[in-house]
């Protein structure tokens, strides 16, 4: 059967099948996610043999609520988010047949975990200017440098690399993009603690990375655009899912105001409730977003709703801090800690506060995603550039 | 959840409207239009609700009208906010309108059927300020007739008949009858001006007995603040639009203007309250239209929303256009006015969100 014919009802049926073979209750957990790949109902928009059926990504809904209601086990696709959200679709859009084969099993089940090793020290909006440097020696690549902000680096089995593979272009034309085995002698992770105590992304560090040309993705030269499919899909993860109304970090703030009365004062109520409006209408906006997906007419309105988030999550949390009074003067702990996932809302007030001033950031600072929607989806024209036609090694640094 | 998007029949109600619009009123055409002696657009007036059958959109056909909803009538607004237009359709088609729809006796159905047709206009006699919840103007109704005065009224020029409250009932006063006294009032934004109203012994004809009448009049104050969002979206948008167009026209050290990034980040972030502004109207419409998902809360949500953004797209156009902003000549003075005089009509921000503190349980410091 070819990928146009299937709809949702025979996608109902081959999970009712998978479900009846491979009862949840009685299957060890690795091995049901497994199965269920095979079937092809891990991403039912990749293609056959990769986990998927080829159907439209809207149908994945179909195959998510039969196996809720059978009370299946998932990949717990929060542990594995990078590997899912990022080198996924860039291994299928770029990849060898072979690597398609070898990765996306153990990625999607879990058995695999990734990091993405991008940011730089001294490569961080200006990614492009990452300074980590690949040579070619015979059949593999000898990597040095640095990266840094990779979470899930010190359990990650796989990363995704980009570094510089000719030094005498301009920037954008001589990277290269990397499959890096984390497991090789040359890498080393450290932890690197950030505001709020804990260390949730790491340092790591390269020295004489031996990687086989076959874990090269795309071809030499060409990693700035193969890394354009995996930080597109970066942003579209992020704030992906429907909350209901406050979902979000105003819930803990209003719940907070609901149950201490004597905490209110005027100042407060109005501040709280211009922000309440806030995250209701940017909820709002997230939900008009998904209906316009879901009828096939994607509009530009994404690129903004990270913006957004960051902003809202950055005040409502300062707010909360405030509005605790005495208790916003402690702090929960300070142990230092390495968490396997992030959590924006799972500690308390100070942490919420202190973590959120990361989400005008991570994944494209405010100011880029600002340029960004000024340029692409106002048409405004870019900034005069003195970078775009001099030679990666003759830029300032 | 509330349906956030546009539907194919919308977009196309919206293309009429936005071509008839951009034939009969561009930006020259009202600005002389506010220095006339008549500032409504009667003929653009008759084009919209009686050519195309726009007044009649809340109202089912039954009842005389179009049979559409509040869907419609925000695509409508979005439209007439991008042009400032000159036209009494918040006023007559949404706030009138509906404060007679929820009113059960023939006197209305009749003034009801007139309105849909577009060729009789009505204003509820309010100060345009009263938010849906705010205390109501009322005036007295002794021996037959109404005396009184009510300020502020929005449109009562270009209506010929009012709406009016009292405590026996809701009335309709002829503007034409001996009584009745419209005195225009020099008003911030001249493309929907205000007049003092005063009755003397006017004869009067009951809409709605004292049962009745003031939920009715409080629907209509509902759906018009929610339907301003939409009007707040459409003269954003325009603001940025505009803006956009202009900053990158426009040359200073020998670049456009708009590629300045401290520009580029206004707009973007202009942008970004847009498109927030844009599914808060659309999800007012919707429970407006559809009675789902708390018509009271998403109304006081969208005026919360939309009234600052307005504004704010109106200041940052005047601004960002530079000397040429702060002309007479150029039409964005006319969003400003509108921006600023919408985010007092029907409730400010403010009112919006004292009202959202009892509906989502935020409820104020008690007063020691």
Same mark, same amino acid.
């Given at each position: ?171 954008? #034309? ?35 990375? $031996?990687?086989?040309?076959? #874990? ?25 899912? $429907? ?46 977003? $998904? ?55 799972? $500690? ?48 300032? #640094? | ?44 007036? +008759? ?64 003034? =009801? ?7 009789? /206009? ?125 900053? +990158? ?47 009271? =809360? ?12 307005? /504004? ?23 969003? =400003? ?32």
């Amino acid at each position: 059967m070819t990928g146009s014919a299937i709809d949702a009802a025979e996608l109902r049926r081959r999970t009712r099948a998978l479900l009846a073979e491979h009862p949840p209750a009685a299957t060890d957990r690795t091995d049901f996610l497994k199965a269920r790949f095979d079937a092809g109902l891990a991403w039912v928009h990749y293609p056959e043999g990769l986990g998927g059926v080829g159907a439209p990504r809207s149908l994945q809904a179909v195959v998510g609520a039969e196996l809720e209601a059978a009370g299946a086990p998932d990949n717990d696709p929060r542990r594995i988010g990078i590997g899912l959200g990022m080198a996924a679709p860039t291994i299928l859009g770029f990849g060898t047949d072979e690597q398609k084969r070898r990765f996306l099993r153990p990625l999607w089940v879990g058995e695999e975990v990734w990091c993405q090793l991008f940011s730089e020290p001294g490569a961080g909006s200006d990614l492009a200017a990452l300074g980590t440097r690949a040579v070619r020696d015979g059949e593999s690549w000898a990597v040095d440098g640095q990266k840094v902000w990779t979470s899930s680096a010190h359990v990650a089995r796989w990363g995704i690399l980009i570094a510089r593979t000719d030094p005498d272009v301009p920037k954008h #034309r001589g990277i290269t993009y990397f499959i890096c085995d984390m497991t090789d002698p040359g890498v080393e992770v450290r932890p690197l603690r950030q505001i709020t105590g804990e260390a949730e992304f790491n340092e790591v560090f390269l020295t004489g990375v $031996r990687i086989p040309d076959s #874990r090269r993705l795309g071809a030499v030269g060409d990693g700035w655009k193969v890394a354009q499919t995996t930080l597109m899909n970066e942003r579209v993860s992020i704030g992906g899912m $429907r909350i209901p109304r406050e979902g979000g970090m105003i819930g803990p703030v209003a719940a907070a105001w609901r149950e201490r009365p004597g905490l209110r004062t005027h100042d407060l109520h109005q501040r709280l409730l211009t922000l309440w409006v806030r995250a209701e209408v940017a909820r709002l906006t997230g939900d008009r977003l $998904r209906q316009q997906l879901v009828a096939g007419q994607p509009g530009p309105e994404g690129s903004g709703m990270k913006l957004g988030f960051a902003r809202l999550n950055q005040e409502i949390s300062g707010l909360e801090v405030e509005l605790l009074g005495d208790e916003g003067l402690l702090y929960d702990d300070w142990t230092m800690r390495r968490p396997d996932q992030v959590d924006f809302t799972g $500690r308390e007030a100070g942490y919420r506060y202190l973590r959120s001033k990361g989400n005008s950031i991570e994944g494209g600072t405010s100011e880029v995603l600002l340029n960004i929607v000024a340029e692409r989806v106002l048409g405004l024209p870019p900034e005069p550039r003195t970078d775009k036609d001099v030679a990666w090694k003759d830029l300032s #640094r | 959840m509330s349906d956030l998007l546009y539907t194919e029949e919308e977009e196309a109600l919206r293309s009429a409207v936005r071509s008839l619009l951009a034939d009969r009123c561009d930006a020259a055409t009202v600005l002389a239009r506010t220095e006339s002696e008549q500032p409504h657009d009667r003929e653009l007036w +008759k084009a919209l609700a009686d050519g195309m059958g726009l007044a009649g959109l809340l109202v089912p056909e039954d009842r005389g009208g179009q049979g559409a909803t509040h869907r419609e009538a925000a695509v409508v607004l979005e439209e007439l906010g991008r042009a400032v237009a000159p036209v009494p359709y918040l006023t007559s088609a949404v706030v009138a309108t509906e404060t007679l729809l929820a009113c059960t006796g023939e006197a209305a159905a009749e003034l =009801l059927a007139a309105l849909a047709s577009g060729r009789t /206009v009505g204003a509820l006699a309010v100060p345009f300020a009263t938010a849906p919840g705010a205390a109501l103007a009322r005036v007295r109704y002794e021996g037959g007739a109404l005396h009184g005065e009510v300020t502020g009224v929005a449109d009562a020029a270009a209506a010929d008949v009012l709406l009016v409250l009292s405590e026996a009932g809701l009335f309709a006063v002829d503007t034409g009858r001996n009584g009745v006294t419209v005195t225009p009032r020099t008003s911030l934004d001249r493309t929907r001006p205000l007049a003092v109203v005063t009755f003397d012994a006017a004869p009067a004809r009951l809409l709605a007995d004292a049962a009745e009448a003031e939920a009715a009049v409080r629907l209509g104050l509902r759906s018009g603040a929610g339907l301003l969002a939409s009007e707040q979206l459409g003269l954003a948008e325009w603001c940025l639009t505009e803006t956009v167009r202009y900053t +990158k026209e426009r040359h200073q050290f020998n670049r456009p203007v708009g590629s300045f990034q401290a520009l580029k980040h206004r707009l973007a972030g202009l942008w970004l309250d847009v498109v927030n502004t844009r599914a808060a109207a659309r999800h007012a419409a919707d429970a407006l239209a559809t009675g789902s998902d708390e018509p009271n =809360l998403a109304a006081a949500l969208a005026q919360a929303y939309a009234a600052p953004v307005a /504004v704010r797209a109106a200041e940052e156009a005047l601004q960002l256009h530079g000397g040429i902003g702060m002309t007479w000549e150029h039409p964005v003075h006319l969003y =400003l006015k509108r921006a600023k005089a919408d985010s007092i009509a029907l409730g400010t921000a403010g009112r919006h969100r004292e009202e959202l503190a009892d509906l989502v349980d935020l409820q104020a410091p008690a007063t020691p």
